[in-house]
């Protein structure tokens, strides 16, 4: 179990976190309590990469460009400028169904989400992605 409000409180601990499902509280709560926006994006009946495209672009206001694809999410994510966030969670709701049912798009997603981490930690800004369904090693 993470200690979530000492994890957002820095940005070099920028990162992809899974949680279990009786998380996310203890996850919306430390992240007020370090003034980063949330972003709950439920993949409960996301099936596949089109639908998934869908629902972050409507979660995150993605600008209207945006590309629905892989290399257009990495793009968004590495700006969200539209935003005006002091810091980022990123949580994604039942990410082990979405991951039963696309498992390679679960591998993209979690790849791009790595990345988008390790790019904002350079900047000096929380970024975090909780992936929750998914038990923590």
């Given at each position: ?33 370090a ?25 995150l ?11 257009a999410?990495?793009?968004?994510l ?51 992605a ?8």
């Amino acid at each position: 179990m993470e200690n979530w409000e000492q994890v957002f409180s820095k940005a070099e601990d920028s990162g992809v976190y899974p949680i279990e499902d009786d998380g996310i509280p203890d996850v919306r709560k430390a992240a007020a309590i370090a003034g980063l926006t949330v972003f709950c994006l439920n993949l409960a009946d996301v099936n596949g990469k089109a639908g998934f495209m869908r629902a972050i672009a409507k979660t995150l206001h993605f600008p209207h460009y945006f590309g629905s694809n892989w290399d257009a999410l990495e793009d968004c994510l590495t700006d969200l400028s539209w935003l005006q966030a002091k810091g980022y969670v990123l949580l994604f709701q039942n990410m082990n169904k979405f991951d039963s049912r696309a498992p390679d798009e679960a591998t993209m997603l979690r790849t791009i989400l790595q990345n988008a981490a390790k790019y904002w930690k350079r900047l000096g800004v929380r970024f975090f992605a909780v992936l929750e369904g998914i038990n923590p090693a």
